[in-house]
């Protein structure tokens, strides 16, 4: 069974920090991303960041310039580095893989993490 397990989220004050990780456990044999989208209240779900097997990353306009993505290979994690953290940065975030398992690709969730900012 395939998991991706995410960790990291809380409450931060604005210009702050958090890092979030999602590792990824199962029979696995090869990802091709994985990144995280963020929901906030009334709004839609949307991408954050990802990040490609090649190493090659996206980025949300919203965040470019503040938040990092990065991956661990040999562990099949992926962090989220956010730096100079908003008030509109509130919201659930979650991780989301495209992974080759049992013969295919899919795409896998994980639970989600709350990251609030507030004063």
């Known amino acids: 069974q395939v998991q991706l397990v ?10 702050g ?3 979030l990780s999602c590792a990824a456990s199962g029979s696995i044999f090869s990802i091709y991303t994985m990144g995280w989208y963020r929901q906030a209240p009334g709004k839609e ?14 980025y949300a306009d919203s965040v470019k310039g503040r938040f990092t993505i990065a991956r661990n290979n040999a562990k099949n994690t992926v962090y989220l580095h956010m730096n100079s953290l ?6 659930v975030y979650s991780c989301n893989g495209y992974l080759f398992t049992s013969g295919s690709y899919s795409y896998y969730w994980g ?6 900012v507030s004063s």
Request: glycine share 16%.
């Open 6 to 15: 995410e960790s990291g989220g809380g409450s931060v004050q604005p210009g």
């Open 86 to 91: 908003k008030p509109e940065d509130t919201a």
């Open 45 to 58: 779900r949307e991408l954050v960041a990802r990040i490609f097997s090649d190493g090659n990353t996206n």
């Open 111 to 116: 639970q989600g993490t709350q990251v609030t």
């Open 17 to 19: 920090s958090l890092r």
